[in-house]
């Protein structure tokens, strides 16, 4: 039975959520509203989480992946005894709260992830459950239980109408992820109205399907709710849906159950009717009674018992097994073991393709590295990212390495989302560039939240050959290098992939590594400066001086090109021009580097600069200037084998020395 504190709880969310949105002038109510009756029921009485401390590492993780309902987080946040005040709630969607329109991740005390592209919550969380499991499998010993923790989620129709979503969730039913409980709002209302304008199919049935086991429930039988989590918490063998049939808006005598309700403030008058259906003073704005803040806030002495026991538990793992127990640690630290970048592989001889180069440093940098775990979109054996001697992680076993995304870039990508926000790892995942298409969204919310992952982008231009124009980059240098905060690195040579990774594996935040399928060039590092100054961003590769004291041109290259840049300045040479050549494997890595060093690599006064990379010319007008030049590709590519296409585009020592020559002569040089 619902008792009178219980009805008074679930109010206090409805309208704390109604009360934020009124005062901002825009928002979510309807969700909150409809959903708060499930929410209280996870909340009080089976989510497991210290508000006092909000990184506990065995907490179960809370995911609202229908962000446009952020007031419901924030109200339980609030409520339960998080770090978040009142005030904070009142200062909703403005500027400097802690409540943002969407919850952000490292913004707002107790947000897992950050959500409101909808569909990335419901597969991020995915993530989070296959941490979990792996860490489980490889910690946990008999009697001693040190990762036994959920993930829950409230996801609604627009998340399932979302092919991340379908994705995330084929995957997680093969993998029989047991640790995800996702209460479902199905409350049939979007945007444009009825969910029945476009989206019929039987949700049940499809999740079934799925290999999830499904349950339905009313968004109002508290006992219900807690009957289906907990059923849920029993499986074993499959991930569960809980599907919860609400009315958004409820208790809006006119809106409810309206797609009115759905994305903006409902108005004072419906506001106030609202509080008079449901019992509820109209004034003072957020009320928040005291018998429903002192229920909400034994959240604060269950988490610390909680977390108590909890160390007392690792502590008598740690004396059983103290090495296991110091990994464990180090790990959800974020802490890398001593010596794991020590003699990595060194390169010469024959070219090489970087994505060979990438897959033989992988292999040395995995058995130094527990965290690091990854695989591919269906296309390991391409990009060179399965870890010899590991074993695949499947449905029966996650002591391996080695992840199977199958065909699901989407997923794949807010996959190593979860698994890196979860803790304890440093997924990587490989596709072909062009296919960085299909993971931009969860890439760029990677990029928002500081995720440490690293994309294995290989087949990285029209060298690829003879596929053709549909898997041939050519924008998308461009496209990943304008996402703030994303490290895009393109080595020039096998030994710039050993420290690309270098510079992966320490980088604090999501890293795109940029890898040919062509055999590339093996540079003699006794003729030419170090691989190490791939870390600078930009380095002189090759430097000349003419006449005047300075280099008459200066090449600016990345990857497979700056070997193109390098016959094209001996050509030069023939010619008596004095050109420098600049490898510049990362802008985002020279920017960051000092002025002073910035202008000693591409000084002021030469203004007469060439850069060669075969992509669009989208961005180079930074490093070349007015009177610069790009030889650059601003169509799509073709099909034929990729030395015919480089001759055809003018990658080619011949061809871009002649370009070359072309812009001295313009400058009358």
Known sequence: MTTELDQLCINTIRFLAADAVEQAGCGHPGMPMGMAAPAYVLWTQFLKHN????????????????????????????????????????????????????????????????????GQGFATGVGMALAARLLAARYNRPGHQIVDHKIYAIVSDGDLMEGVAAEAASLAGHLGLSELIYLYDDNRISIEGSTALAFTEDVAARFRAYGWAVQEVDGLDLAGIAAAIKAAQAERERPSLIKVRTTIGYGAPNLGGTAKIHGEAMGEAELNAAKENLGWPKEPRFVVPDAALARFRTALERGAQAEADWEARFAAYAAEYPDLAAEFKARMAGELPAGWDADLPTFSGKP???????????????????????????????????????????????????LHFGVREHAMAAIMNGLALHGGFIPYGGTFFVFSDYMRPALRLAAMMNAHVVYVFTHDSIGLG??????????????????????????????????????????????????????????????????????????????????????????????????????????????????????MPSWQLFEAQPQSYREAVLPPTVTARLAVEAGVRMGWERYVGQQGDVVSIERFGASAPYKVLWEKFGFTGPAVAERALCLLNKAGM
């Open 51 to 118: 508000p006092r401390n909000p990184t506990w590492v065995d907490r179960d993780r809370f995911v609202l992946s229908a962000g446009h309902g952020s007031m419901l987080l924030y109200s339980l946040l609030y409520l339960t005894g998080y770090d978040l005040s009142l005030d904070e709630l009142k200062n909703f969607r403005q500027w400097g709260s802690k409540t943002p329109g969407h919850p952000e991740y490292g913004h707002t005390p107790g947000v897992e992830t950050t959500t409101g592209p909808l």
């Open 352 to 402: 090489l393709p970087t994505r060979r180069a990438s897959g033989q440093v992988l292999n040395v940098l995995s058995p130094r590295l527990p965290a690091l775990i990854g695989g591919s979109a269906d296309l390991a054996p391409s990009n060179n990212t399965l870890i010899a001697g590991e074993r695949d992680v499947n449905r029966g076993d996650f002591t391996g390495r080695n």
């Open 466 to 583: 003879e596929d053709g124009p549909t898997h041939q980059p050519i924008e998308h240098l461009a496209a990943l290098r304008a996402i703030p905060n994303l490290l895009v690195i393109r080595p020039s040579d096998a030994n710039e992939v050993s420290e690309a990774w270098k510079v992966a594996i320490e980088h604090n935040g999501p890293v795109a590594l940029i890898l040919t399928r062509q055999n590339v060039e093996i540079l003699d590092r006794s003729q030419y400066p170090p691989a190490g100054e791939l870390r600078k961003g930009a380095y002189v590769l090759v430097d000349a001086v003419g006449e005047s004291g300075r280099p008459d041109l200066i090449l600016i290259a990345t990857g497979s090109e700056v070997e193109v840049a390098l016959a094209a300045q001996r050509i030069l040479a023939e010619h008596g021009v004095a050109a420098r050549v600049v490898a």
